[in-house]
């Protein structure tokens, strides 16, 4: 395993160019675990997260703060979440989230986040670069994202380990395996 700043060209990128082809990559899956706390209640749960476009997203949760298994489904009609043989629909996955499961996951501009990019949609507050040029530090929409490490793959460097909070609300994603489509 390379060092967080090895010269390897993939890490001699700048951040332009980085940021760049990162927003090329709009097929993607990933899956991992996440851990959420928000106040004194927290829990972990595997994901699986399939993006094939904005606005066409598959994000699967099993488990998480003893529940069972949740589907949440982004397309353009808006979401739709499926937890215990039960469908809910939505306009934004985000709120459709929170308002059957409780949980705050910023969806939306979390699809942005676990690929090292800040969301082009919301205004930026602050983001801090390593000295490699991957984004370390962001803060968007009153969130605060911090990208602890990375992992290669297919010459691109991927984020491997986010952590989110905002207020008493904290996720850590580990992104385990990345599988990336053209």
Do not use: C
């Not at 990559?25 to 991992?32: A, E």
């Not at 985000?94 to 990019?117: D, H, M, N, R």
């Amino acid at each position: 395993m390379a060092p967080p700043h090895s010269t390897t060209a993939a890490l001699q990128l700048d951040w332009e160019t980085r940021k760049a082809q990162l927003q090329q990559l709009q097929q993607w899956q990933v899956d991992g675990r996440v851990a959420l706390r928000m106040g004194k209640e927290g829990g972990q749960s595997g994901f699986s997260w399939k993006h094939k476009s904005a606005l066409q997203q598959q994000f699967n949760l099993s488990g998480l703060l003893g529940a069972g298994a949740v589907e949440l489904l982004v397309g353009g009609a808006g979401a739709q979440l499926t937890t215990a043989g039960e469908s809910y629909r939505g306009d934004r996955a985000s709120q459709l989230l929170f308002e059957v499961t409780g949980w705050k996951i910023p969806v939306e501009a979390a699809q942005y986040w676990i690929k090292g990019l800040p969301d082009p949609t919301l205004e930026l507050e602050s983001l801090v670069l390593d000295e490699a040029n991957r984004l370390q530090q962001l803060q968007q929409a009153g969130w605060r994202i911090e990208i602890r490490r990375y992992q290669q793959l297919n010459q691109m460097e991927l984020p491997a380990f986010v952590v989110m909070e905002q207020g008493d609300v904290r996720l850590k994603l580990r992104l385990n395996r990345w599988r990336l489509q053209s």
